[in-house]
């Protein structure tokens, strides 16, 4: 399929390691972003148009395990948590920002259909 991209290629092409980009496919994959083949001809494709697809629920998928604060994740050993007044403030933060990525797609941040594929390919031959 044209929308299929190799995971060895998105690795390659910014810079990070396979095993790191794998384990984000799987996460893109169990929350249904995309789809994953394996397989000589596999990769990663968008399972929805990218006009449907939230930046804001996509990185919420993705940054659930990593709180903006100790506090807000399972280990609770910061010292001043019982009297801290950030917590709240901080709460609110987050979720405004992730509420205003709600407000964009996909297909928002990417441009013009064909426009991004194609800088990322010049990208990529001049990488090589």
């Known amino acids: 399929a044209p929308d299929r991209v190799a995971t060895s290629e998105i690795a390659k092409l910014f810079q990070i390691s396979e095993n790191h980009l794998s384990k984000i496919a799987t996460q893109l994959t169990r929350e249904e972003f995309v789809i994953s083949e394996r397989g000589r001809n596999?990769?990663?494709?968008?399972?929805?148009?990218?006009?449907?697809?939230?930046?804001g629920a996509v990185l919420r998928s993705?940054?659930?395990?990593?709180?903006?604060?100790?506090?807000?994740?399972?280990?609770?050993?910061?010292?001043?948590?019982?009297?801290?007044?950030?917590?709240?403030p901080l709460a609110d933060a987050q979720e405004a920002f992730f509420a205003t990525l709600d407000g964009y797609s996909l297909a928002d941040v990417l441009g013009p259909r064909g426009t991004m594929a194609a800088m990322l390919r010049i990208e990529a031959d001049t990488a090589q």
Not at 45 to 50: C, F, G, I, S, Y
Not at 63 to 78: H, I, L, R, S, W
């Open 62 to 88: 993705l940054k659930k395990d990593a709180p903006v604060a100790e506090c807000f994740g399972g280990n609770k050993t910061c010292l001043i948590l019982p009297v801290c007044g950030l917590r709240g």
């Open 42 to 55: 596999g990769g990663l494709t968008l399972r929805h148009p990218a006009e449907t697809i939230s930046v």
